[in-house]
């Protein structure tokens, strides 16, 4: 059974990149400028952000991801600006984005902020098709040797905030990716355009008791519709207790603590709920935030977002 999962596996992944070859976190409340540029600089200081994932553990191959980013406000708070450094694995892929990232804000009302941002990303692929090879070596349509390629990108994305309230619209990759095409892979320009819709707010439901609850929507015409939902509980503004469920992938459980009023820490891991369960051991995150200052009172509530 482990090996007809693996080799479906595969199999399956060119198609899944034909669709997408944007990247998953289960922490993406806490890492944001990867799916929209307009969230550059919209906390109070500049962050820096880390995470790794490493998805359906145990099983060859499968996809293994770390990002590191950084942004900031300048202008008095009305620009953002971003970069972002992202090593991607999975099956014979291997790539490596480079993003910049600037957001321009407009008040929109006394407690609203609307963010437009624009991404432009370096993207370097490397295939290597003797991957492919473990079963079966005299398959003729697998090449059999190593291709890589780098290409740009462009994204645009939307942002808007109140002191408790988020939502944004993105679409991270609007061209097409020469890349696959090199490899054997292609598709229409539609193919490789997913859209991102996120949202978020905060309220108080007890003394020194937040609720956090989040939704993300992925959608791409050539892959299923994909929804996460998730809610945070923050005790005390320090620990953050919470659950994601990622429809027909996962149910994700979620634990950080604010060690410090710049430094939060977490880990998260994803119990996959399809049949690579049997082959696999869920999925585990893990995610540093550091911000270089401190917010004031008036604007506390960014932290969240």
Not at 26 to 44: E, I, K, Q, V
Not at 123 to 130: E, L, P, Y
Not at 264 to 283: K, Q
Request: proline content about 3%; overall charge negative.
């Amino acid at each position: 059974m482990k090996k007809i999962l693996y080799t479906a596996f595969l199999l399956c992944f060119g198609l899944v990149v034909i669709a997408q070859n944007d990247v998953q976190y289960t922490h993406h409340l806490f890492n944001r400028l990867a799916y929209n540029p307009a969230y550059a600089g919209s906390l109070c200081a500049p962050a820096l952000n880390g995470v790794y994932r490493n998805q359906w553990m145990g099983l060859d191959k499968a996809p293994e991801t770390g990002r590191i980013e950084f942004h900031t406000p300048f202008g008095n708070g009305r620009s953002g600006f971003g970069v972002g450094l992202t090593s991607d694995k999975a099956g014979i892929f291997q790539n490596t984005y480079v993003d910049l990232n600037y957001a321009y804000r407009f008040q929109v009302s006394d407690e609203g902020t609307l963010a437009i941002g624009i991404k432009g990303q370096f993207d370097r692929g490397r295939a290597n098709w003797q991957d492919t090879n473990p079963f079966d070596t005299g398959d003729q349509f697998l090449g059999t040797d190593e291709r890589s390629s780098t290409q740009f990108n462009v994204g645009l994305g939307l942002y808007y905030t109140q002191n408790d309230f988020y939502i944004g619209l993105s679409a991270p990759q609007l061209r097409k990716s020469t890349f696959y095409e090199q490899v054997g892979i292609s598709g229409d320009v539609a193919d490789f355009r997913t859209y991102y819709l996120m949202g978020g707010f905060v309220t108080d439901i007890g003394r020194n008791v937040k609720l956090v609850p989040g939704f993300l929507v992925s959608y791409n015409k050539n892959t299923p519709f994909e929804l996460d939902l998730n809610a945070n509980l923050v005790f005390m503004e320090k620990l953050w207790v919470g659950a994601n469920y990622r429809l027909g992938d996962s149910l994700d459980g979620m634990i950080q603590y604010q060690l410090s009023d710049r430094l939060r820490a977490g880990i998260s891991y994803d119990f996959t709920t399809t049949m690579l369960n049997m082959v696999s051991n869920g999925s585990v995150e893990v995610m540093a935030n550091y911000l270089f200052g401190s917010c004031n009172q008036e604007v506390s509530n960014l932290r969240f977002f």
